[in-house]
């Protein structure tokens, strides 16, 4: 890994929007603000701009990355959407939530982006900052969460260079973003089933999770600050950063009045702070597993997991 670039850093303005997609455009890697996490913007109908993608996270080429659209109209150009397809599209884009679907041949884009699966993972996202680059492009944008593999994911332009400067052109920087853990992934698959494979913003509880590794990037180990991560702990150690919640303090909190959603938002940014303190161990105090409550934890145990 070599950081060669001097990473800029653009406002959330028009110009700093137009710079960004100059950039796009070139085959260039932008960060760029979502309403879950800041993701690591590149034209998806590029090769090389794929390529930079894994290069800059150190991702390994079998995971594939989600795909940024614009319109369902630009849904349906990149892969087939079945009628309940359309149906979970129309009610949720934009929004938090990626839909694995069956890939269309010819479409145009970069073999790497779906790592040689049939199928594609589509999103539009809901953020005013990442709507108006798609609109200003005439490509879709392939956009992991913009970390290195296996760090924490950001939540903030600050986040982003922590593990990305010198390996990516520019950051747009529009705040923090308000939902905080990365969108629900959903596959509708040709035979009428529908699965979660990822839990996230939005609660399709009635469907079945999957059991199996079927995101090929869940790996079990994720999001890791680089020091041990123990959950549910009601008694902190001398030598603990604490994550408190609710009635738990810490030294720092998700969530002073136990409000998930707030947690969520969050989530990332004391886990960030966690690995910048010099304690030795992360503590997080009990997240109820109810609503936004099952994406965090989902995240938490990723990160207090060993390394792989
Ligand atoms: O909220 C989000 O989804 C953020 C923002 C930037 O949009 N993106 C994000 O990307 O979380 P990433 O790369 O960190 O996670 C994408 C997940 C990975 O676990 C990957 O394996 C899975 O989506 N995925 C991508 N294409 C897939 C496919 N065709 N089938 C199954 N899983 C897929
Ligand atoms: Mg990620």
Known sequence: MSRKYATETLRADAEGIARAAAILRAGGLVAVPTETVYGLAARADSDVAVARIYEAKGRPSFNPLIVHVRSLDQARVLAELSPQAAKLAEEHWPGPLTLVLKRRTGAGLAGAVTAGLDTVALRMPDHPVMRALLEMVDFPLAAPSANRSGFISPTTAAHV???LDGL??????GGA???GVESTIVAVRTDGSIEVLRPGPIDLGQLSRSTSIEAPGQLASHYAPGKPVRLNVTEVAPDDFSIGFGAYGGDCTLSETGDLAEAAARLYACLH????SPKRCIAVAPIPEIGMGVAI???LRRAAAPPD
Do not use: F, Q, Y
């Open 168 to 173: 990516i052109d520019a950051v747009i920087d």
């Open 273 to 276: 702070e966690g690995a910048r």
């Open 177 to 179: 973003c308000v939902a």
């Open 297 to 299: 934890n989902d995240r």
């Open 161 to 163: 260079l922590t593990s």
